[in-house]
């Protein structure tokens, strides 16, 4: 499956941006979707996930500020991001697991850069 990214851009903090996923090629291999940022100097982590039942997880650093969300028949995920903050800024990717996997992700996206000014 190939993953590509949409959205992204600057903001100001407080403000709110949306980026979202396309996935396609071996999309009924796909189980679980989501999405990982990785800031400066850090390493990647998850922000967010999604099965395709629509059980959702979330990094303790977004609850209740960050929204998850699926659409199983356009193949596509988003992630609502609302009082963002400039410790958010980094460079985020949407990623997908393969039904025959139990953990970690198999595909990834390029990445797209969402960057919040204070």
């Known amino acids: 499956a190939q993953l590509v990214e949409s959205g992204g851009g600057s903001v100001q903090a407080g403000g709110s941006l949306r980026i979202s996923c396309a996935a396609s090629g071996s999309i009924f291999s796909i189980n679980v979707m989501g999405w990982y940022c990785q800031a400066p100097g850090k390493q990647r982590e998850l922000v967010a996930t999604?099965?395709?039942?629509?059980?959702?997880n979330y990094a303790d650093s977004v609850k209740g500020r960050f929204t998850i969300s699926r659409d199983n028949a356009k193949n596509t995920v988003t992630l609502q991001m609302n009082s963002l903050k400039p410790e958010d800024t980094a460079v985020y990717y949407c990623?997908?697991?393969?039904?025959?996997?139990?953990?970690?992700?198999?595909?990834w996206g390029e990445g797209t850069l969402v960057t919040v000014c204070a």
């Open positions: 999604i099965t395709g039942g629509g059980r959702t």
């Open positions: 990623a997908a697991r393969g039904a025959s996997s139990v953990y970690g992700m198999d595909y």
